[in-house]
Nanobody, 125 residues
């Protein structure tokens, strides 16, 4: 059974960078869409970015385009989210999620069945 573990969160100043990791176990990520979601206090969960398994196509929310980059390391069965030019409004708990790969492209829909435990990202001076 697929299990996901996030890491890499922390406290960073505005304009700084962090790299989040989502390590998968139990199966290869080739056959899954992996996405990053985030949820800030008092706000709804928001899709941030996704990557389509072996196809490698990606998608980003408008709020993070040009600042965040999603990538995969097949050898480590891990997906990363490189976050640059961080802003206070990026503060949230970040979760990685997975669902079976059905199409070449991915969408940030809420129907992901496997979730990690989350990692806190705080952007503050």
């Amino acid at each position: 059974q697929l299990q996901l573990v996030e890491s890499g969160g922390g406290l960073v100043q505005p304009g700084g960078s962090l790299r989040l990791s989502c390590a998968a176990s139990g199966t290869t990520l080739d056959h899954y869409v992996i996405a990053w979601f985030r949820q800030a206090p008092g706000k709804e969960r928001e899709g941030v970015s996704c990557i389509s398994g072996s196809f490698g196509s990606t998608r980003y929310a408008d709020s993070v385009k040009g600042r965040f980059t999603i990538s995969r390391d097949n050898a480590k069965n891990t997906v990363y989210l490189q976050m640059n030019s961080l802003k206070p409004e990026d503060t949230a708990i970040y979760y990685c999620a997975a669902k079976p790969l059905l199409f070449r492209t991915c969408v940030l829909s809420p129907d992901f069945g496997s979730w990690g435990q989350g990692t806190q990202v705080t952007v503050s001076s």
